[in-house]
């Protein structure tokens, strides 16, 4: 299984961060099975956001929860993370996530 996060790296505040990871070597519709976002901010540590289930399922973590959505495109075996009302907070590196990580990608909030 590979997991390669695709979006922009640039987000200006108040935004929405819409962030996409394509999955390839299995189903994202695997009952059982879970894909989660998470992120780093500079000098933190990993900080868990969400996750689809293979049913379709979503659970987030509180702090999260009201700007947080994931969703998938199941003929693509994609799943998507969307954070509205960003702000320089939410800058760091993004991560998805089952059973491998993908490499991440850096998301920058400025203006």
């Known amino acids: 299984v590979q997991l390669q996060e695709s979006g922009p790296g640039l987000v200006l505040p108040s935004q929405t961060l819409s962030l996409t990871c394509t999955v390839s070597g299995f189903s994202i519709t695997t009952d059982g099975f879970y894909w989660s976002w998470v992120r780093q901010a500079p000098g933190k540590g990993l900080e868990w956001i969400g996750y689809i289930s293979g049913s379709g399922n979503t659970h987030f973590t509180p702090s999260l929860k009201s700007r947080a959505t994931i969703s998938r495109d199941t003929s693509k075996n994609q799943f998507t993370l969307q954070l509205n009302s960003v702000t320089p907070e939410d800058t760091g590196v993004y991560y998805c996530?089952?059973?491998?990580w993908g490499q991440g990608t850096q998301v920058t909030v400025s203006s």
């Open positions: 996530f089952n059973l491998v």
